[in-house]
T-cell receptor
């Protein structure tokens, strides 16, 4: 373990509130990813970034936003536009966006109050 | 578009029995296939990838391009193999990011 950290472990969101999930890696990886994990649906890609100051939408980007100002950090904001935010969120990184093995963080569980 | 299908949500076998977790994919080019595993209270981690042709923890997987399958097999299941298993595909060009299947929860019974 280690290498990729996510915080907090649990996060509670009120209606209409934006919340930000943290993801940090010290592996010197260029590529980083955010996935949403729901029971029975596997992992779905929200956003990914190949390099600093660049990111791309994944399959389910609506209601989410990201930034990549530093190589080691890739925070995810769940906005009020995301109507069903309750899920387990996983961050991952890989040396490059090129079929490389991805390394996963421990996850953040987001719950709506 | 690329797609990965794992037809079994749940799979139970007895200890010592053979196990096969099915994975089928849809992709027009040459894919790279992976199996990831998530043990209880642990992080999702790579189990094996087809390009390395390794056997990890007794598991093997062969890429069958004719049947577009990448089934995961182990001849003698152990209780510690109980976990959630995800098959994943990486394409090429603009499709290099991983696409995951919905996962199979394997339970190995004593």
């Amino acid at each position: 373990d280690g290498g990729i950290t996510q915080s907090p472990k649990y996060l509670f969101r009120k209606e209409g509130q934006n919340v930000t999930l943290s993801c940090e890696q010290n592996l010197n990886h260029d590529a980083m990813y955010w996935y949403r994990q729901d029971p029975g649906q596997g992992l779905r890609l929200i956003y990914y970034s190949q390099i600093v100051n660049d990111f791309q939408k994944g399959d389910i980007a609506e209601g989410y936003s990201v930034s990549r100002e530093k190589k080691e950090s890739f925070p995810l904001t769940v906005t009020s536009a995301q109507k069903n935010p309750t899920a387990f969120y996983l961050c991952a990184s890989s040396p490059r966006l090129d079929g490389e093995t991805q390394y996963f963080g421990p996850g953040t569980r987001l719950l709506v109050l | 578009a690329q797609r990965v299908t794992q037809p079994e949500k749940l799979l139970s076998v007895f200890k010592g029995a053979p196990v096969e977790l099915k994975c089928n994919y849809s992709y027009s080019g040459s894919p790279e296939l992976f199996w990831y595993v998530q043990y209880s209270r642990q992080r999702l981690q790579l189990l094996l990838r087809h390009i390395s042709r390794e056997s990890i923890k007794g598991f093997t997987a062969d890429l069958n391009k004719g049947e577009t399958s990448f089934h995961l097999k182990k001849p003698f299941a152990q209780e510690e193999d109980s976990a959630m298993y995800y098959c994943a595909l990486s394409g090429s060009g603009s499709a290099r990011q991983l696409t995951f299947g919905s996962g199979t929860q394997l339970t190995v019974l004593p």
